[in-house]
């Protein structure tokens, strides 16, 4: 039988009182969404908290809205919500694509986005998915709000760059008008982690590339971002040779390592193809809504 | 910490430790069994209840986080000795060989069905695609979700003949 050590609960009633129990309880403490990563993790004593702050009563965390020029979405939104948002969909078709592909419907009912960007997992699909949109993560702590672009959010595996006593709030994923987006994802079996998946976002201006995001994750290239491959295709016109050069590029920039999953030319190789499948998407996507 | 938790319409108050898993206060504290308890990593759906209304892995909720909440499990399935239509199809349709799975994948499509009353086989499997079955009677389960599908359309276009029958 998997049970997680012993370990204080407390139950948050509003955001204040969430960062509250944090200040309270100080940095031994973690707060528990879904908990589909966490609990696994305490399950095998990985993550040892001594107290869990449970934050799923909170729906002020819940939700997805339009709020001026940005697509907000609450921390506590579950995967399911955000797979299955109109609004979402309209704007950003990138995360129904990410979405179908993350875990099952059972899981996505429980986990929670702002869960999964948090627990900052290399081969998390959300965060390439984030980092290509170029959102922004909203950050609360009793001092106040700060707002972190979701490429400098991750500082490393399992690291984030939300300190003991703040809480994500809210990702705020900019809208421009004229862009597509779509999310590519090689999986061993259905439901598992990417063997290596590409995230892209693609505004178009006369067949030019007027501005572009791409995303990567599973593979290790820093802050789930594909700067270089990014900066090539930037301004450039929209080709098959120049989709197929920004994967070269992306391919080259990023840092796999070899496991049960494939060895390093294999995560390489899918990098660069993926990063061209989701380019031609977003882009397709793109030029349909121009039309 | 005590807890109250309403199950199957039923409040049940038990005083839990905050590492109780709530498969384990299902199965364990209040003595329904008919959830079952599989791989223990939120892998293998066996486990599947709802949480107000949705169906969740509850090998990796904490009993305590359904402190105030409802749950249903596949004990509250059936209205007295009426099965519910996806019981009757998983019997009509041989939706189950050993049964370790059949009490979530039920949970699951009853959920599926209260969403999308007319599923496609594509949409059953998809809903149900976090839910493993070692005897792999699929063919059979979707069969029998969409027998539940099929059964209660029917239903439904006779239930306002009745309606007009009794006003008459």
Known sequence: ?291 | MQITVNVNGQDYTREVSARLLLVHFLRDEIGLTGTHWGCDTSNCGVCTVWLDEVPVKSCTVLAVMADGHRVRTVEGLADGDQLDPVQQGFIQCHGLQCGFCTPGMMLTARALLNREPDPSEERIREAISGQICRCTGYENIVKAVRWAAEHEAAARTTEPRTTEEATV
């Open chain 1, 1 to 291: 039988m998997q049970v997680p050590a012993h370990f204080e609960y407390e139950r948050a009633t509003s955001v204040d009182h969430a960062l509250a129990l944090l200040a309270q309880w100080g940095p031994e403490a973690r707060i528990v969404a879904g908990g589909h990563s966490l609990i696994p993790m305490m399950k095998l004593r990985i993550a040892r908290p001594e107290a869990l702050i449970d934050i799923n009563e909170l729906a002020e965390l819940s939700y997805l809205r339009i709020d001026g020029d940005a697509l907000s979405i609450g921390a506590l939104t579950r995967h399911t919500q955000l797979l299955e948002s109109e609004l979402a969909a309209e704007h950003y078709p990138i995360f129904r694509d990410a979405e179908r592909v993350i875990a099952d419907p059972v899981v996505r009912n429980r986990g929670t986005i702002g869960g999964s960007l948090c627990q900052a997992d290399p081969s998390e699909d959300l965060s390439a998915a984030f980092s290509a949109v170029d959102a922004i993560a909203v950050i609360r702590g009793q001092g106040g709000t700060r707002q972190v672009p979701v490429r400098d959010f991750h500082v490393g595996p399992y690291e984030t760059v939300v300190e003991p006593g703040e809480l994500l709030t809210e990702i705020r994923v900019p809208i421009k008008p004229g862009g597509g987006s779509a999310y590519e994802k090689v999986e061993r079996r259905v439901g598992d982690w990417a063997v290596a998946a590409a995230g892209a976002a693609v505004w178009l201006s006369g067949g030019v590339v007027a501005d572009v995001g791409i995303g990567l994750t599973a593979v290790g290239a820093e802050h789930f971002h594909a700067a270089q491959a990014e900066e090539f295709l930037r301004g450039k016109e929209l080709s098959d040779a120049n989709l197929a050069e920004a994967g070269q590029i992306a391919g080259q920039n990023c840092h796999p390592t070899a496991d049960q999953r494939g060895p390093v030319d294999y995560k390489r190789h899918l990098a660069q193809e993926l990063t061209v499948r989701a380019l031609r998407r977003a882009a397709a996507r793109a030029a349909g809504r121009a039309s």
